[in-house]
Each structure stands twice: as C-alpha cells, then as structure tokens.
C-alpha cells in the first residue's frame, strides 16, 4: 500500500528486444514531467545509455562526480548500491522536473525500490529485455508491460508473467511446478482452499498493464482486451490493457528529440497515446479484481466478461468474443487452442446467462419475457429500408425459419455467436427463426434479414423471398 509520501515506482518491461521500452518510458516519464509531476527516469541499461540519448542528453551531462572518488575507489563493490551513493548519481536533464539516473540490474536491483522515500512523484524504471531484475519488478507500484503484435513477441509476454508469477510464490517452493508450459490449473491443482486463497493474493497483488505497441489495425484492440483476459484465465495473474501506441516509423522519435520545439507540444497520434496512458497513470489506482483463473462462468457472469462500470455487458462480451476468436491473433500466439475454446464456450455461457437474467422481470413470482425492443437494429439502415418502394410484406414460407436455422448451424454458429456479428438481440434471432414476426414492422424486419444474411453469406434477394418480402 502506497503512502502519500512515497513515490510511485512504475516499471517498464518488455520480454523481446526492440519492443519499444525506451522510447515509452522517456515519452512517459516527460509527459508526466510536463504535467507538474517530478520524475525520475532510471535506465537500468547503464551500458548502452540509450534513455539518456533518447532524451537529447550529451556526454558531458553524464559525467558522475560519484564514480571518480569515494566510494567508486573503495574495495567494495556494493558501496556504490547504497540509498545515499544512488542519490548523488541522479543527475538533472535538459526537460524541466525529469532528472535521470543510470544504473545496473546486478548492482542497484535491490536498492531501487528504496528511492521512492526520495522527493520524486513518478520513478520510472527502463528495465532490460528478458526476465531480469524481478525484485524490483516486484517492488513497482505499476509494471507496464510492453509487446509488439508478433508470435515471438506475444510468446515472451507469456513466459514472463511466468517467471513474474514464481518470483511472486518463491516462499512455497512445494507448489511451483516444474514442468514446461504450466498454468494457473496446474499450481492450485491439489491444494487447500487456504492455500489457494493466499496464492491468489500473491499472483495478483501487482498491477500488470498491458502495451501493444505499433497497432496495425483497430480490431487489435478487442484482441488485446482479450489477451489479458486470456492470461487471467491461463495464468490467473490481473493484467489489463492500458492501450496502444502508434510507433508506424522509429524515425519520428529521433527527428522529435533533436527538435527545438519541445516534442509533447506537438499534436501527433504517438503523443495522443502516450497521454491517455499517462492519463490511467495519475487516475486513482484500480481496483483489485479477483483471480480470473478460479471464477465461475455463471455464478460470476459479470466478473467473469470483465464488465467495466457503465459498460453493458453485451459489450463487454462482445469485445472478448472478437479477441478470442480471431484467427492467427494476438490471443493464438499466447495461449494454447484448447484453453481458448473452452474460454470461448465460457464466454457465450457467461453471456447466456447475463442476457436471461435481464430478459426477465418476476411478476407475482413468475418470470414473464419483456419485449425487447429493435435498437439493435441500426435506426439508418431501418429508415432505408422503411424508403425502398416495390416491397410489400406477404405471407412467409413456412420453413423460412427451420431454412435460416439450418443455414446458421452448417456455418457453425450459434445463435449466440450470430448476435455477436450482427448486433441483433439473441431473444430476436430466436423469433425470427420460429417465425414470430407479428411483432416487427416491415422496415425493422428487413433490416435484420439484411444483418443476417452479410453475416451467414446469404443472397439477400433470397432471403427476402423466404420470408416474404414479394417484389411488386
């Protein structure tokens, strides 16, 4: 639990090189220098330097008056690692509030985390690539972790919060499991209900937030939602996705730094990200979840979808349901295919559940169904339809349903899954395959048969005939 008096340590991690640490963490440190906040940026590559280069810094800046005489001239090496010897290290930057040290993983790794009882409001921390330095990992207030929309990449994510989870758990050596590609399953497996109550206290006591950097296309945000709902299930840790960055050409950070202008002034897509990560930075801190990894898909609908406060849970659904589903997508590359069908059978069971429950209203104890009403239906595509002249509803086939039903399950959907790629209410499929159209209007059942028929691949003229929609 943090003070108010302490800083705030957030760490910046990234598995596989060249995921883009650096240019976040100098990006973040100074957006939040920028808003009045002192910062400290630590770069634990002290060989390479690369978040001082990144910050326009010359070698004359870096000069460490602690390094030429006493302690450097001592014969203990540790006597550099001190709280005092770390302080006189940090030296100022030319960005107003943002001073930066440089240090190493295998000398300072322990002493780092008591810098936040220094006068700083942010320490942010550039770690090196692998699973390096978890103590202090282990310390951060926040652990952003940092991914490229790879396999490879993806993969060293996972196998990171592994290594993170058995650095959490190395007081009970007895419950680690040994054997490669272990999950959350394989650890509570034979355990006590006590002792998985206090796992899961551990595994999810840091606040792991997901970063996807140069996104390629809107969708891999739904995919990145359901990664670290997928990890949650897999591993049973709490990440949550904090957003994206658009790094389309690594050119742009080295032509911004050498700018007279300052580079945050600059209105630019990459800084617009970088804001709204900052933003969730100096928001109140989250709320802790429970374990993903032991929830039951019913008892616990909603916290199993992750439903956000003022979200809907058909959204919520949704937005996992497209993540998990997409093939050769962030969530394949993570996560085995097994776990994955059957999250995406708990999904749907989640939903089903949700939506019952809603669609509902006890009336002298009996549940009676309330009438959904058709705004899931688009109100455009309803007004354009409502516009087409030489259509006139007239008696429907009397197998138009029992035909569209069989049409959806030989493409292996359920009505669920049809919901979900149409935006139509379940309860309204539900009707329009039994024929119960009394209750929609001509322009209304048009455009759900248009939906429908996009989503199945269907002849829309076909349709139409089927259920009776006569050209005049």
Same mark, same amino acid.
């Not at 992750?306 to 937005?319: F, L």
């Given at each position: 639990?943090?003070?108010?008096?302490?800083?705030?340590?957030?760490?910046?991690?990234?598995?596989?090189?060249?995921?883009?640490?650096?240019?976040?963490?100098?990006? &973040?440190?100074?957006?939040?220098?920028?808003?009045?906040?002192?910062?400290?940026?630590?770069?634990?590559? @002290?060989?390479?330097?690369?978040?001082?280069?990144?910050?326009?810094?010359?070698?004359?800046?870096?000069? &460490?008056?602690?390094?030429?005489?006493?302690?450097?001239?001592?014969?203990?090496?540790?006597?550099? @690692?001190?709280?005092?010897?770390?302080?006189?290290?940090?030296?100022?930057?030319?960005?107003?509030?943002?001073?930066?040290?440089?240090?190493?993983?295998?000398?300072?790794?322990?002493?780092?985390?008591?810098?936040?009882?220094?006068?700083?409001?942010?320490?942010?921390?550039?770690?090196?690539?692998?699973?390096?330095?978890?103590?202090?990992?282990?310390?951060?207030?926040?652990?952003?972790?940092? @991914?490229?929309?790879?396999?490879?990449?993806? $993969?060293?994510?996972?196998?990171?919060?592994?290594?993170?989870?058995?650095?959490?758990?190395?007081?009970?050596?007895?419950?680690?499991?040994?054997?490669?590609?272990?999950?959350?399953?394989?650890?509570?497996?034979?355990?006590?209900?006590?002792?998985? !109550?206090?796992?899961?206290?551990?595994?999810?006591?840091?606040?792991?937030?997901?970063?996807?950097?140069?996104?390629?296309?809107?969708?891999?945000?739904?995919?990145?939602?359901?990664?670290?709902?997928? %990890?949650?299930?897999?591993?049973?840790?709490?990440?949550?996705?904090?957003?994206?960055?658009?790094?389309?050409?690594?050119? %742009?950070?080295?032509?911004?730094?050498?700018?007279?202008?300052?580079?945050?002034?600059?209105?630019?897509?990459?800084?617009?990200?970088?804001?709204?990560? !900052?933003?969730?930075?100096?928001?109140?801190?989250?709320?802790?979840?429970?374990?993903?990894?032991?929830?039951?898909?019913?008892?616990?609908?909603?916290?199993?979808?992750?439903?956000?406060?003022?979200?809907?849970?058909?959204?919520?659904?949704?937005?996992?349901?497209?993540?998990?589903?997409?093939?050769?997508?962030?969530?394949?590359?993570?996560?085995?295919?097994?776990?994955?069908?059957?999250?995406?059978?708990?999904?749907?069971?989640? %939903?089903? $559940?949700?939506?019952?429950?809603?669609?509902?209203?006890?009336?002298?104890?009996?549940?009676?169904?309330?009438?959904?009403?058709?705004?899931?239906?688009?109100?455009?595509?309803?007004?354009?339809?409502?516009?087409?002249?030489?259509?006139?509803?007239?008696?429907?086939?009397? #197998?138009?349903?029992?035909?569209?039903?069989?049409?959806?399950? #030989?493409?292996?959907?359920?009505?669920?899954?049809?919901?979900?790629?149409?935006?139509?209410?379940?309860?309204?499929?539900?009707?329009?395959?039994?024929?119960?159209?009394?209750?929609?209007?001509?322009?209304?059942?048009?455009?759900?048969?248009?939906?429908?028929?996009?989503?199945?691949? &269907?002849?829309?003229?076909?349709?139409?005939?089927?259920?009776?929609?006569?050209?005049?």
């Amino acid at each position: 639990m943090l003070h108010r008096d302490t800083a705030r340590i957030l760490v910046i991690v990234g598995p596989k090189g060249g995921c883009g640490k650096t240019t976040f963490a100098t990006s &973040l440190a100074r957006t939040l220098a920028l808003r009045n906040q002192k910062c400290l940026l630590v770069d634990m590559s @002290s060989a390479n330097q690369s978040a001082a280069i990144a910050l326009n810094m010359l070698p004359e800046d870096l000069a &460490l008056p602690a390094m030429e005489s006493g302690p450097a001239a001592t014969e203990d090496p540790n006597a550099l @690692s001190t709280l005092p010897a770390l302080a006189n290290r940090i030296i100022p930057t030319p960005f107003e509030r943002l001073s930066y040290l440089s240090a190493a993983i295998d000398r300072d790794e322990k002493t780092l985390s008591a810098l936040r009882r220094l006068t700083y409001d942010f320490i942010i921390v550039d770690m090196p690539s692998g699973i390096v330095g978890m103590s202090l990992v282990d310390a951060g207030d926040m652990i952003f972790l940092l @991914s490229t929309p790879e396999p490879d990449a993806i $993969h060293a994510c996972t196998t990171w919060l592994r290594g993170a989870m058995v650095y959490r758990l190395r007081s009970s050596d007895e419950i680690i499991p040994t054997s490669p590609g272990w999950c959350y399953a394989d650890l509570v497996r034979a355990l006590s209900d006590e002792k998985i !109550a206090d796992i899961e206290y551990h595994i999810t006591a840091n606040k792991v937030l997901f970063v996807l950097n140069e996104r390629r296309e809107g969708s891999e945000d739904h995919q990145s939602d359901a990664l670290c709902h997928a %990890w949650g299930r897999y591993l049973g840790i709490d990440v949550r996705f904090a957003g994206s960055l658009r790094f389309e050409e690594r050119r %742009w950070f080295y032509t911004r730094r050498c700018s007279s202008d300052d580079p945050l002034t600059l209105d630019d897509s990459i800084q617009n990200d970088v804001s709204c990560i !900052a933003d969730k930075v100096m928001a109140p801190p989250f709320e802790k979840r429970n374990c993903l990894g032991s929830l039951n898909a019913i008892r616990n609908a909603a916290e199993f979808l992750t439903v956000a406060p003022n979200e809907e849970p058909r959204h919520a659904y949704r937005r996992l349901y497209e993540g998990y589903r997409r093939e050769n997508g962030l969530v394949s590359w993570g996560i085995p295919s097994d776990l994955i069908r059957t999250t995406m059978t708990q999904l749907e069971a989640a %939903w089903q $559940h949700i939506h019952n429950e809603s669609s509902v209203i006890p009336i002298d104890a009996t549940p009676v169904p309330t009438r959904i009403a058709p705004q899931y239906a688009s109100r455009r595509l309803a007004d354009r339809f409502s516009a087409i002249s030489g259509y006139e509803p007239s008696q429907s086939d009397v #197998n138009a349903g029992d035909w569209l039903r069989l049409c959806r399950e #030989n493409m292996g959907m359920t009505t669920a899954m049809l919901a979900v790629k149409t935006r139509i209410s379940t309860r309204i499929l539900e009707q329009i395959e039994r024929r119960e159209l009394d209750a929609f209007s001509s322009a209304h059942l048009q455009a759900y048969l248009f939906e429908i028929a996009k989503a199945l691949s &269907l002849p829309l003229d076909e349709v139409r005939n089927k259920f009776g929609f006569r050209s005049s």
